[in-house]
C-alpha cells in the first residue's frame, strides 16, 4: 500500500483502520475474531492503527496491544486521553467529562502505555479539547512526554484551528483527527487549510459517515438496540428516509465505476490531499479488504466532479452529533 506522512515524524499506509467499533459503540466483537481482523490488516499493508483510553473503556488498547505484538516493528500505533473515566460501583466505567490537566496527561499515558504492551506511544492525541485547561499546558505535557521517550508524536482530535495554531507554537503537531466523509464536510473551512499551512497530516475519522455510506443501513432496524449510531441525528427515522436519495445516488455512481459505495466514499477523501490518512473501521475481514483496494482506486477530475454535483456538503439531513456533542467540537 502507498505510504503518506503525518507532520515529519510519522510514515504510514495510505488508509489506516479505526478500532474503536472492535470493542465500543457499535456492539464489539469476539476477540478471536478482532485479532483476526487486525493481523489481516497487517498482510494487507496497513501499519496505522487508532485507539483510545475510553473504546471499552481501556478494553480496545488491551485488545490492539496484544493483536499486534508480533508486528510492533511494522505498525504505529495512535492512542487517544481526554476524558474523565469514572468508576460506577458497578465495577464498570463511565465517561463523566473532560481531563486535560497535565498531571492527568501523564498519568493517562503511563497506563496507555501499559495496556497496549509498548515501551512508547507513536501517536498521542489529545481526544477532546479541555476548556478549563489552556492548550498551552495540555500540549506542553505531552512534550515532555516526547522528551521522556514515552512518545513520538503529537495530535489533536476536533480542534479548531485557532487551538490548533496554539498548539503547533508550543510543540510540532503531527495530526489532526476529525471526522470527514462525503458527508461531513466541517473541516474544509478552516481545519484543512491550517493543516496544509503548517504540515500537519490530517486523519479522518468515520469516513465512511458510521456505515451510511456504504449502503447497507437501510433503517434504524439495521442496528442492534444498543448501537451508539441510533443517538445521532442522522440516524433518526426521518433523516434516515430523507438521505435515501443521495445513498442511492452514491450506489449509482459507485456501480459506474464497478466499485462499491465504500470504495468510493473513500476515494474520495483520500483524493483530498496527500497528507490525509482516512481510518475507517471494519470488523469483519471482507469489508478490512473492501476498504484497502480503495487505496488503489484513483478518481479522474471528471469523477470528481460528479461527485461533487451529486452529493453536495449541504445536502445532508441530521447533524454528525447531537447537541452536547456539538459542544465539544471545534474548540
Known sequence: MQQRRLGSELTVSALGLGCMGMSFAYGGQPE??????LRRAVDLGITFFDTAEMYGPFENEKLVGKALAPFRDRVVIATK?????????EGRERIVGVDSRPEHVRAVCDASLQRLGVEVIDLFYQHRVDPAVPIEDTVGAMADLVRAGKVRALGLSEAGAATIRRAHAVHPIAAVQTEYSLWSREPEAAVLPTCIELGIGFVPYSPLGRGLLTGAIRDRASLAPDDYRLTMPRFEAENLAANQRLLDTLATLARDKGVTPAQLALAWVLSRGDFIVPIPGARK???LEENAAAADLVLSAADLQTIADAMP???VNGGRYGEAGLAMVDL
Not at 32 to 37: G, K, Y
Not at 81 to 89: C, H, L
Open 32 to 37: 478471536a475474531e478482532a485479532i483476526e481482523t
Open 313 to 315: 456538503a449541504d445536502a
Open 81 to 89: 486521553f481526554g476524558f474523565k473515566i469514572a468508576e460506577t460501583g
Open 285 to 287: 475481514i471482507r469489508h
